[in-house]
């Protein structure tokens, strides 16, 4: 995932690329010495830090690179297509939970054939790419949700930021946010995988489970959400907020509160007042596992085995410690790799809340749900909907969700 987890697996296209994709197919420059490399950082020209890395790793495997970046949205589809037609690129990195798809699609290789190294990979962010017990590509970096606060506002409330610690402690902090003629906290739960990812924290933080969407803990959660509103404490508008006008309420620096990622910090800093961040607190304590976005190095099937060989070492020069940290600065990402995580919060100390949540982060994929994980997903963020608009009650609601993610195949 680039900025936010814009992502509609493409399941159905996957089964028709199957074949296709067994029959090895990839793109014909490899056999002229050009290796292709499609990825989803447009705003990422030759000129960038990463387009360098990505031409360097070529270099050190002895081949030339072409490379072309899509939107993510885009770069599912083109992938799915392109492996219908024999020219799906040489490496793909593409959003993490699209890689259950597309390996259960026979579209990549694993890691055991590539010779990709995930030795040194954090095993909560492997996950995302482990199908029923083989691992496909391995992740770039990681992106995760947060609370960020504004800290003018807490103090005009009386509110610590560090006596938020759980449900309860967040619940009284929001009542005197609002006493004070404050606006509380502002988050996305707009109808679209957007809303299932920042739902996802508080549904985790409950001790609920993606097999079971109507089990006491989801519905705690939900209940949760739907107070704020009912309470005033967050605005009717993030039934249709997106986490890009979920952070521009923010911005206009009214609220308390606002669950948001990695990606924002770099508008944080411009947002012309003085900001902190906490973990997403668990209804009991602790922070709440979020899931984790970022994007994953992969191989597709190649024509001959040589070409896998040489597009595993571009691969893995793409994820090495030696070479992933410049990349992930330009990413806003947390490393995947522990050793470099450390070099993060040594240069930048305000990482360290981001390098913690992305430590108990879940892959949306993970737990051995695959590609069931849009079958649960759609419907869950139907739930929410239904729910935050008065349409049903958060128990009816989940236990609709769960009868459709459990009827769909």
Not at 41 to 63: E, I, L, R
Not at 214 to 226: F, I, P, R
Not at 343 to 370: C, F, H, I, S
């Amino acid at each position: 995932m680039k900025r936010h987890p814009l992502i509609r697996l493409l399941s159905v296209a996957v089964a028709a690329t199957t074949l296709a994709a067994c029959s090895a197919g990839t793109s014909p420059t490899a056999d002229t010495g050009t290796y292709t490399v499609w990825d989803p950082y447009p705003q990422f020209d030759a000129s960038s830090a990463w387009a360098k890395v990505v031409d360097k790793c070529g270099a050190d495997a002895g081949v030339k690179i072409a490379r072309q970046a899509f939107d993510t949205t885009d770069l599912t589809s083109k992938v799915l297509l392109a492996a219908q037609q024999n020219t799906a690129p040489n490496v793909l990195v593409v959003d993490n939970p699209v890689v259950s798809t597309l390996a259960e699609g026979g579209v990549l290789k694993s890691t055991a054939d590539t010779g990709l190294d995930t030795a040194q990979v954090a095993p909560n962010l492997l996950a995302a790419g482990d199908v029923k017990g083989q691992v496909y590509g391995v992740p770039i970096g990681a992106n995760t949700l947060a609370l960020y606060y504004n800290k003018a506002v807490l103090t005009a409330a009386g509110v610590d930021p560090a006596s938020v610690r759980d449900w309860a402690t967040l619940d009284a902090a929001l009542a005197k946010v609002h006493a004070a003629g404050k606006k509380g906290i502002t988050f996305s739960a707009i109808g679209t995988e957007e809303g299932s990812f920042q739902f996802l924290p508080w549904f985790w933080g409950a001790g609920a489970n993606l097999t079971d969407l109507a089990s006491a803990g989801a519905v705690s959660a939900l209940a949760q959400w739907k107070s704020w509103l009912d309470k005033g404490y967050a605005p009717n508008s993030v039934v249709g907020n997106t986490q890009t006008t979920s952070w521009q309420e923010f911005a206009t620096g009214e609220y308390a509160f606002a669950e948001n990622g990695t990606w924002q910090l770099q508008n944080a800093k411009k947002a012309g007042f003085d900001y902190g961040v906490l973990p997403i607190p668990a209804r009991s304590g602790g922070a709440a596992p979020a899931p984790t976005g970022g994007e994953f190095v992969t191989v597709p099937a190649q024509r001959s085995p040589d070409a896998e060989k040489t597009a595993g070492r571009i691969a893995s020069c793409l994820t090495s410690p030696a070479n992933v940290l410049d990349s992930d600065t330009a990413l806003t990402y947390v490393s995947a790799v522990p050793s470099v995580q450390e070099k993060q919060v040594a240069a930048q100390p305000e990482l360290k809340v981001w390098v913690d949540a992305v430590k108990v982060a879940k892959g949306r994929t993970g737990d051995n749900l695959g590609t069931r994980y849009p079958r649960i997903s759609e419907p869950l963020w139907g739930a929410v909907q239904a729910a935050l608009t008065g349409a049903k009650a958060p128990d009816a609601a989940l236990a609709a969700a769960q009868a459709t993610a459990a009827s769909a195949k």
